[in-house]
């Protein structure tokens, strides 16, 4: 049965597969999409000097559809109770800002990487804003998928997630003030956003408790860290890990934010699954703050040491070599005067103890044979010798 209109109320929901998800991106998610571009168009005008940096653009249209989904956000809550706040804190107000940012992500690719689309490009993806806007209530919607739509919601959700990462990173890759010594402390950005959704989990027992009885209050506790935690922790996770590269535009891939590995025991003939999520889990904050200064390289081993001692170093580039593996060109010095001197690659240590009394990172210093290795991106840590496990302290603490 093909989509039907009626009089100036445009489409309604029929049970037609075709009607239903024309109507959830045209009458939904084209007309919400377009409500939260107005604020944006308005204060772009206003304030154009601003705007001089992709992120601008993404931060700016993301308060907008933050604001949109808070009111809508308060009727559903007026409607359905305190039972829907958790869901709606991260499904609802997460995605209506990656569906806005898509807006912003056409506006960035033909301000900033100057696209051969020309305008064309902010037109398709402000229709793939409503497109995804479409494909996320469909699900919700669609009378025969009403029993399992929120499972597909929630999958595509999750790959949103990644499209998301992408976009924030590529915004952050290209700002005109970008600098390798400005990192974003990701530990800080999770445990932040950790405490602010406990904060609104706290709130959604006392009313479930107010309205339903305290035994219904801890019984959607329990189903708020299973489920909802599940989704709250893979998405700030996510959304705080980025490959900052200058001038790196990332393609989208769709994929899940997160992939099922099998880790094997070898005490045992059992293969053991566990979840790792993707992105950079390294917080580089740690080793970028001596980015183009000097500081003190330090022997990890007193006894079993190449280096010797402590030794003055100056970081001078970061380096990317395969898979986009980051590492640190720095100058070793030998003597006082800073006229003998010897170059090495620093590569962060990942696994297991890569800090020093929770302050000073671990890295593995490299020798470098021949300085052309490092421009050859094919190459990895495998092209260097190993010297040692040494760690970065700043100069003045010696």
């Not at 035994?215 to 708020?224: D, E, H, K, P, W």
């Not at 003597?335 to 010897?342: A, V």
Request: charged residues 20%.
């Amino acid at each position: 049965m093909p989509f039907v209109f009626l009089g100036n109320h445009g489409l309604e929901l029929n049970g037609n597969p075709i009607n239903d998800f024309i109507f959830t991106s045209i009458q939904v998610g084209m007309l919400e999409e377009f409500a939260k571009l107005i604020p944006f168009l308005i204060i772009l005008t206003l304030f154009r000097k601003q705007f001089n940096e992709p992120i601008d653009y993404l931060a700016f249209i993301c308060f907008s559809a933050l604001g949109f989904s808070a009111v809508e956000n308060v009727m559903y809550f007026y409607k359905h109770g305190a039972q829907i706040i958790n869901g709606r804190a991260i499904l609802s107000t997460v995605g209506h800002m990656f569906d806005t940012a898509l807006i912003a992500y056409g506006i960035i690719l033909f301000h900033f990487k100057k696209s051969k689309l020309g305008f064309g490009i902010v037109v398709i993806f402000f229709f793939l804003a409503a497109l995804s806007h479409g494909i996320y209530d469909f699900w919700l919607m669609f009378e025969y998928t009403k029993d399992f739509g929120i499972f597909i919601t929630i999958i595509y959700f999750l790959i949103t997630i990644s499209l998301f990462a992408t976009i924030l990173n590529n915004a952050l890759n290209n700002s005109h003030f970008f600098t390798y010594k400005k990192v974003i402390d990701s530990t800080k950005v999770v445990s932040r956003l950790l405490i602010y959704y406990g904060i609104v989990f706290l709130l959604q027992i006392i009313f479930v408790s107010i309205e339903e009885g305290i035994q219904f209050g801890i019984s959607s506790l329990l189903y708020a860290i299973l489920f909802t935690g599940f989704i709250i922790v893979v998405t700030i996770a996510r959304l705080s890990r980025f490959k900052l590269i200058q001038h790196r535009w990332h393609k989208f891939k769709f994929e899940l934010p997160f992939s099922i590995v099998s880790n094997s025991n070898f005490s045992s003939s059992r293969n053991r699954l566990r979840i790792v999520l993707k992105g950079d889990s390294y917080n580089e904050v740690h080793l970028t703050k001596f980015y183009q200064e000097d500081f003190y390289l330090t022997p990890v081993s007193k006894t079993k040491t190449i280096l010797g001692d402590t030794k003055l170093a100056h970081m001078e580039r970061k380096v990317f070599l395969k898979n986009d593996e980051s590492y640190f060109l720095v100058k070793v010095f030998h003597d006082t005067n800073r006229i003998h001197h010897d170059s090495y690659l620093l590569m962060p240590k990942k696994s297991n103890q890569n800090m020093i009394n929770d302050k000073y990172p671990i890295v593995a210093v490299l020798k470098i044979v021949n300085l052309f290795d490092l421009e050859n991106a094919n190459n990895d840590h495998t092209k260097f010798r190993f010297v040692e496990w040494a760690f970065a302290r700043p100069k003045i603490n010696i």
